[in-house]
């Protein structure tokens, strides 16, 4: 039988048995991770935490909704055995009634009757060969990006200040975003930090000829996979081609091993093409959104958004 958990119900040490042994899990889905992205998070979980599924819930204007928050990519159910698509739509089916509206993204799940879906791309590299092998399958202008950061004379800095990284991001890139404030980028560096506690992080910089650091990322470590969460670079030193030349580490790093390399932030058409020239392959996740409301409710929302409420 498959029980709603609230989040105080919830057994984290037999919810992380149930993540560390699943052939498909991820690092969104770890209680310290969730934790820190969504402290209320709930749960839908199967038998003794044999199957586990993560709710992220809020509530505004009195209606109860779903959602995927900022730093995780996608959610799922998973469990110490493969996962069936009948058993994804059981899971889904339980979600309580009292959620009226969701939008939320899932792994290995196509269609769900009654459930919206929208197909998102994801870009991975298999860092199943040797790094001589995966570097010669970089397009041509990866190739050439990388000759250019060599020529500059970039090195690779490990355990950089997450906060410097952060504060690249915000002075550079970040200024056209205008949904994150202080509070995305506190947890953010939260996040991080916590990460590092479970030895699932990994900080680089690139730092130019005048110890600059002109390009940063987050790399999370778990179930075989290193994910590339986040990153900052200095605009004006964009032609070094820092982040390249960080990628380019993580595959020497990490070739050979069997690791999955996930690019992540693909349904960008410029981000997949730069993912893509490191040997990156395509695949595919899907978004569902439900709404339950009635017409009263649906007429308010849209009124609510107009006005900015």
């Not at 550079?172 to 949904?179: A, E, L, P, S, V």
């Not at 506690?197 to 650091?213: E, R, S, W």
């Not at 993912?275 to 849209?302: D, H, M, P, R, V």
């Amino acid at each position: 039988m498959i029980r709603y958990l609230t989040h105080n119900q919830i057994d984290t040490r037999r919810w992380d048995e149930c993540i560390a042994q699943s052939p498909d899990g991820n690092i969104y889905c770890w209680s310290w991770y969730l934790d820190v992205v969504h402290p209320d998070w709930e749960a839908l979980v199967e038998d003794d935490y044999a199957t586990v599924m993560p709710l992220a819930g809020n509530k505004k204007c009195g209606i109860n909704y779903l959602f995927q928050p900022f730093f995780t990519q996608k959610f799922g159910v998973f469990s110490k055995k493969e996962v069936s698509e009948a058993k994804i739509e059981e899971f889904l089916n339980a979600i309580p009634e009292k959620f009226k509206f969701a939008d939320f993204r899932l792994k290995g799940v196509n269609a769900i009757k009654g459930l919206k879906g929208i197909t998102h791309r994801n870009i991975e590299l298999s860092l199943d060969r040797e790094y001589s092998v995966l570097s010669e399958n970089y397009h041509s202008n990866t190739k050439r990006n990388l000759a250019k950061a060599k020529k500059e004379g970039l090195k690779v800095i490990e355990d950089v200040e997450p906060s410097a990284i952060i504060k690249l991001f915000r002075q550079n890139r970040g200024k056209d975003i205008k949904h994150w404030g202080d509070k995305e980028y506190e947890r953010l560096l939260e996040l991080v930090e916590t990460a590092k506690k479970h030895d699932a992080c990994l900080v680089l910089g690139a730092q130019n000829t005048d110890n600059q650091i002109v390009a940063g990322a987050f790399f999370m470590m778990s179930h075989n996979k290193t994910v590339f969460l986040f990153s900052g670079s200095d605009e004006s030193n964009k032609e070094n081609h820092g982040l390249a030349f960080l990628l380019d580490h993580i595959i020497k790093k990490y070739s050979n091993t069997g690791y999955i390399l996930d690019f992540e932030g693909s349904d960008n058409d410029g981000l997949a093409r730069f993912y893509k020239g490191f040997g990156g392959k395509e695949n595919f996740y899907t978004g569902l959104k439900f709404n339950k409301l009635n017409i009263f409710y649906k007429f308010a929302l849209k009124i609510l958004k107009r006005n900015k409420i």
